[in-house]
């Protein structure tokens, strides 16, 4: 057990007390000042400033808290399940760390928290779930991550109870701020490098029809497939889900056509990694026989064999943006207005190549 001269030499926590009673002020006064509030004169402001410094205090978030209605806080929601599985399968996914990254600095950079809390978008208690986070944090703002920003349930209790939020990945009218990379673009950028190495006929396997950005990515292909007059195959769209299996089903019914694709663009990185898997597993080589283009970019399309030419979506940039518009909001500043529309990449790599 510490004796009571180590005890002794440990450094003591400066709290908002300690620099009230060194500017000779009340804690409600220093709250203010730390909190930008008014009714306070430039010589108190000093003073309070000036016992900040000196004891080195550092704002918590109960002191921000007093006498304000701010929490300092932003709620980022993520789909439960997807989410879960993501974790457990350890299968390189790193699409939640991309977006703490990018929410949680910019956070930081204003004195701000991010929380994250695991939604079901599904499920019949969504609003209770939602609810009682609301109630436990009393947010500044809401980060909504897909599916979540396309929930009419979600979208119309937060716009009830007049919180803002972010809508990451959502193009859809509606209110929030929408915030994506221009997935229609991306998609028509993807097949557009396919055709310029010579290939026609290009297969496409779709996402989730929950995602709004699902139905933009197969409309990019489809206009970039009709800009190269080329007639429209329905047989070359395959249905999936981002998941794993059901990359490797769509794959399998793509290479099954009697007059089957040269190329394949899946619209997530878990889908691109199955069409490469059963693409060797029926004696396919990659790019040789088959070009794979992949959604998304996460660190495991690096290092598979070949390397996937994969468009990178920014996903930090995009929860960082969220954050920011959230406190600006927050500080009053700023109120909805058009899309953020964050710029992509293509990336290419080894998966892709001129058909043999």
């Given amino acids: 057990m510490p004796n009571e001269d180590s005890a002794a030499r440990r450094p003591r926590a400066v709290t908002i007390k300690h620099v009230a009673a060194e500017a000779g002020v009340s804690l409600q006064t220093v709250s203010r000042v730390i909190n930008g509030g008014p009714n306070v004169r430039d010589t108190i402001k000093e003073r309070v400033r000036a016992a900040i410094e000196k004891l080195g205090y550092v704002p918590s978030l109960a002191a921000r808290r007093m006498g304000g209605t701010r929490s300092y806080v932003l709620l980022a929601l993520n789909d439960r399940d997807r989410t879960i599985e993501g974790w457990r399968s350890g299968d390189g996914t790193d699409w939640v760390d991309q977006m703490m990254l990018g929410g949680m600095l910019e956070c930081a950079r204003h004195g701000y928290r991010m929380i994250v809390e695991l939604v079901d978008t599904h499920s019949a208690h969504v609003e209770r779930e939602l609810g009682a986070a609301l109630a436990a944090l009393h947010p500044d703002g809401v980060i909504l991550t897909p599916p979540h920003g396309d929930n009419p349930i979600i979208t119309g209790m937060l716009t009830g109870r007049h919180i803002p939020f972010a809508r ?49 990515r197969l409309e990019g292909y489809r206009e970039a497939m009709h800009s190269a007059g080329l007639p429209e195959a329905p047989d070359l769209v395959a249905r999936g889900d981002f998941t794993f299996a059901s990359g490797a089903e769509a794959t399998r019914s793509l290479l099954s056509l009697a007059e089957r694709p040269t190329a394949v663009i899946a619209s997530s990185d878990q889908m691109s990694l199955a069409a490469l898997e059963v693409a060797r597993s029926l004696g396919f080589e990659v790019p040789r026989d088959l070009s794979i283009i992949s959604f998304d970019d996460t660190p495991i399309v690096k290092f598979s064999v070949p390397p996937l030419t994969a468009i990178r979506q920014p996903i930090a940039p995009m929860a960082a943006c969220a954050a920011g518009l959230l406190i600006q909001a927050a500080n009053g500043e700023l109120a909805y207005d058009t899309p953020n529309v964050l710029p992509f ?7 892709t190549a001129a058909p043999s």
Wanted: aromatic letters at 6%; a negative charge.
């Fill in 168 to 216: 990451i990945g959502s193009t859809g009218t509606g209110p929030g701020f929408a915030i994506s990379m221009d997935d229609k673009r991306a998609a028509a950028a993807a097949t557009e490098h396919l055709l310029a190495i010579g290939h026609r006929r290009i297969g496409f396997i779709t996402g989730s029809d929950e995602y709004a950005l699902s139905g933009a």
């Fill in 345 to 351: 990449e293509l990336i290419v790599r080894g998966s």
